[in-house]
């Protein structure tokens, strides 16, 4: 039971990040500091014009990526919290009303929540049911004529389940409200899970550039569609490197959105990650981790103790083991079998009241198609031998 220091580690925490990066991913960071190093939109020398094509190419990529029509709607953050505030605050005034879900995250809880005990928007938080899922109609009963927002999770951190994308679509086409916008959080899904913009009529989609797409943490990508773009508002002011002369934000995208230097380095290698992920079948890979986590929970639901919450949609298996607290379950894993999985609330506390498991949380295992089988092998063996210890 005691790991050689030696050995690398199991990682089971890829809802977190996405690791191993990709070698071409950490070979773009290098290039750009070491080769390049100018700034994006600040000079016009050669260097400076190499970097300022990296953002373009993320922004083209990511508009292959996920099938929109306008490179221009895409804004680059420095990861998905900032990507989903620049959201919220850039497009909420006062007196508006938000709905929102128990299955949110703190990157939309915690903006929502402090515009609410300011007294400028009155917001209603839908509950889900035991396993995370969302009554769609239950979403959608509570809009109302002065609702201006709907914000939801594309997949949950907690339980991996989905939220049902094209039924909602199809509902939301019926749905006259003129004013309202549709903020998708796809942090869980983004490169996780096929995302086609053409079919899926939400006006923002933000995500990290870490997780799924497999870029180096500190970057993120927030899709502005057609409705949100004439009217969303900076959150930061700044320098963009052009009209410099007005003490006014351009009004263009995505220069209205992105004041200050954006980490170069860190977009080339997000780049790459996205290239990468443009040549894999996601429809594919998301069916075959969906059967993964299915064995995964067959097998841990047969050790004595063990309570799961898992809608084996995502590849996300949370649990609790009777006996131990998670974060000693947690700290077991990683000192006596090598084992990295995350305790506690996951920073989505709500949906742990649904769960039963506030306020101490789960024991979550998160895997991706880098996860070798013989490592969930591993966690489920080192988990039977913690349970037979009790």
């Not at 890829?14 to 600040?42: C, D, F, L, N, Y």
């Not at 995350?342 to 101490?360: D, N, V, W, Y």
Request: glycine fraction near 8%; aromatic fraction near 4%.
């Amino acid at each position: 039971m005691d790991p050689s220091i030696n050995q690398p580690p199991i990682y089971l925490d890829q809802a977190a990040t996405g690791w191993p990066k990709h070698p071409a991913v950490i070979e773009a960071v290098a290039t750009q500091m070491q080769t390049v190093g100018a700034p994006a939109g600040r000079g016009s020398y050669r260097r400076g014009n190499i970097s300022t094509q990296v953002l373009r190419n993320v922004r083209a990529a990511a508009s292959e990526l996920f099938q929109s029509a306008a490179q221009g709607q895409w804004i680059l953050t420095h990861n998905g919290t900032s990507a989903l505030n620049q959201a919220i605050l850039g497009t909420l005034h006062p007196g508006a009303h938000v709905i929102t879900t128990q299955i949110e995250h703190n990157s939309v809880l915690r903006p929502l929540y402090h515009l609410a005990s300011l007294g400028q928007i009155t917001l209603d938080i839908v509950p889900c049911d035991p396993q995370g899922h969302l009554p769609l109609q239950n979403l959608l009963g509570h809009v109302r004529p002065e609702t201006r927002l709907l914000a939801i999770s594309h997949g949950s951190n907690v339980t991996g389940a989905l939220f049902p994308l094209a039924e909602f679509s199809d509902l939301i086409r019926n749905l006259d409200h003129p004013a309202l916008r549709i903020l998708l959080d796809a942090a869980q899904t983004a490169g996780v899970v096929p995302i086609d913009l053409r079919e899926t009529p939400v006006d923002f989609l933000a995500m990290p550039g870490h997780k799924g797409l497999g870029g180096p943490l500190g970057t993120g990508l927030l899709y502005c569609g057609p409705k949100a773009v004439a009217s969303i508002a900076p959150i930061l002011w700044g320098g963009t490197g052009n009209q410099s002369d007005q003490l006014d934000m351009p009004t263009t995208l995505p220069e209205r959105l992105e004041a200050g230097n954006m980490n170069v380095p860190a977009f080339a290698g997000l780049l790459q990650g996205i290239k990468q992920t443009l040549t894999r079948d996601l429809a594919a890979e998301a069916q075959a981790n969906r059967l993964r986590t299915m064995a995964c929970c067959a097998e841990l639901r047969d050790i004595a103790g063990m309570e799961l919450f898992a809608a084996e949609q995502l590849a996300i298996i949370s649990l609790r083991l009777r006996g131990y607290a998670v974060q000693e379950l947690a700290m077991i894993l990683d000192s006596e079998f090598g084992i990295e999985a995350r305790a506690g609330l996951h920073c989505a506390p709500l949906i742990h009241k649904a769960l039963g498991t506030f306020p101490e949380g789960t024991l979550r295992i998160s895997f991706s198609t880098a996860t070798p089988d013989d490592s969930l092998a591993a966690a489920v063996a080192a988990m039977r031998e913690i349970a037979h210890a009790t």
